[in-house]
Each structure stands twice: as C-alpha cells, then as structure tokens.
C-alpha cells in the first residue's frame, strides 16, 4: 500500500463511521511531509500520545488522549481509536494503530436497558466486560527487531510490557477497524458490515519462518 491509499483508507473509515452514527467525535487525519520521500499520516493532536507509554494507570491515559482529542474516532461508548502511520520513500517503515476503551462502562452496564436499542453498545453492558487497550505495532528498524520476541509487526493486548504477538503483516487501517468491530462491537458490525469499506490492498508480509512457528496473528482483508 502507498501512503496515498493509506490516507484514503482512514479518511473513507472516518466518514463511514460517521455516516453510520458510531462514531461521537473524530479528526481527519493530516499529513506531514511529504509522500515521495519521508511523510507521517497522523492526527494534529498526536503530540499527546506519548501519554500512552508511560507507567500510569489507564484511566489517566484514556483521560488525557480524550482531552487532548487525540484520536481519529471516538466512538460513541467512549472508544477511542486512532491510527499513525510513517512512510519513508513510498513504503511503510512505522505504525502505531490503537483502541483505547473507555475505562468506565459502569454507567452502561448499572442501565442496560436504556442502550440495548442501539447496537452500538450491545456488546458492552455485560458486567462482566473488562475494557483492555488494543495495539497493533509495526516497526522495519532492524536495531529493535528480535525474532519471536520482538517481531517487526506485533500486536500488544492491554499495555503488557512483554506482549508482542507476531503479525504477518504491517496493518492496513480497513484490517484494523474490521478486527475491532467483528471483535468488540460484534452486534453492529452483523448490521452494518456490508456497508463498511473494503480492499484487497494489503503491505507485503514481514513475519519469519521463527514467528510461523508460534502462535501468530494472520491478517484478513
């Protein structure tokens, strides 16, 4: 994929998720640099992201990205959901794709009868849910990548340091949104999967023979 296709992807998944009315709040993504020779596609807000990595409680983090409004989509539980891409020469050499729940469903869940209705929110008024951030990382910097440990595309499960799962592939934004919503929002995504997006455009594969060997994550389309 191009980083043209790239953009197209996250601006065409902004408005359909609009156009659908999961989406609360959103940004457009924006672009630095420039395409031919080294360019970012994020959001004008992605400065505040860095609180993501630090040693704090996940409330804090959510509470900070949604104050600084940094994400692409919120969606309408809460949900935060941005992507961040780094292109350098046409190809992709970075990502970051993120799903930050909200950490507090309790209103959802002491009145499930008010949100059932809307299929939006049929997935999270269980009790019993514990809403965990979601990461799919991709770095072609041959100083960071250790076979199995440290894979050059991987995905982190609820900010575990050492959870680095193998991906076959860097992930393209159609892929991210289509696990998030088949997984995590699973009654609206039955309604309204026919009028998601869809592409058969993928980024060449990047896992090893090594990371095959153990439990790994294949990407669809």
Same mark, same amino acid.
């Given at each position: 994929?191009?980083?043209? *296709?790239?953009?197209?992807?996250?601006? *065409?998944?902004?408005?359909?998720?609009?156009?659908?009315?999961?989406?609360?709040?959103?940004?457009?993504?924006?672009?630095?640099?420039?395409?031919?020779?080294? @360019?970012? =596609?994020?959001?004008?807000?992605?400065?505040?992201?860095?609180?993501?990595?630090?040693?704090?409680?996940?409330?804090?983090? $959510?509470?900070?990205?949604?104050?600084?409004?940094?994400?692409?989509?919120?969606?309408?539980?809460?949900?935060?959901?941005?992507?961040?891409?780094?292109?350098?020469?046409?190809?992709?050499?970075? +990502?970051?794709?993120?799903?930050?729940?909200?950490?507090?469903?309790? +209103?959802?869940?002491?009145?499930?009868?008010?949100?059932?209705?809307?299929?939006? $929110?049929?997935?999270?008024?269980?009790?019993?849910?514990?809403?965990?951030?979601?990461?799919?990382?991709?770095?072609?910097?041959?100083?960071?990548?250790?076979?199995? +440990? +440290?894979?050059?595309?991987?995905?982190?499960?609820? *900010?575990?340091?050492? @959870?680095?799962?193998?991906?076959?592939?860097?992930?393209?934004?159609?892929?991210?949104?289509?696990?998030?919503?088949?997984?995590?929002?699973?009654?609206?995504?039955?309604?309204?999967?026919?009028?998601?997006?869809?592409?058969?455009?993928?980024?060449?594969?990047? =896992?090893?023979?090594?990371?095959?060997?153990?439990?790994?994550?294949?990407?669809?389309?």
């Amino acid at each position: 994929m191009t980083p043209q *296709q790239t953009l197209d992807q996250i601006t *065409q998944l902004t408005q359909t998720l609009v156009g659908l009315s999961l989406s609360n709040a959103q940004n457009f993504p924006s672009v630095v640099g420039k395409f031919n020779k080294s @360019c970012e =596609i994020t959001v004008s807000t992605s400065a505040a992201m860095s609180a993501a990595l630090r040693n704090v409680a996940y409330s804090d983090i $959510y509470k900070v990205l949604d104050n600084a409004r940094c994400y692409n989509i919120k969606m309408l539980d809460g949900a935060l959901i941005s992507f961040h891409y780094r292109f350098l020469r046409g190809s992709v050499s970075e +990502h970051s794709l993120k799903y930050f729940p909200s950490p507090d469903l309790e +209103h959802f869940q002491n009145e499930p009868e008010v949100y059932l209705e809307d299929e939006i $929110y049929a997935d999270v008024v269980a009790k019993n849910i514990v809403p965990f951030p979601v990461r799919f990382d991709f770095s072609d910097d041959i100083q960071k990548f250790v076979e199995v +440990h +440290h894979p050059y595309s991987h995905l982190t499960l609820g *900010q575990y340091k050492n @959870c680095r799962i193998p991906v076959c592939s860097p992930v393209s934004p159609f892929t991210f949104i289509g696990f998030i919503l088949r997984n995590f929002y699973n009654t609206a995504f039955l309604k309204y999967s026919e009028k998601l997006p869809v592409s058969n455009l993928t980024f060449g594969q990047t =896992i090893t023979a090594g990371e095959r060997l153990v439990s790994h994550f294949v990407c669809g389309v």
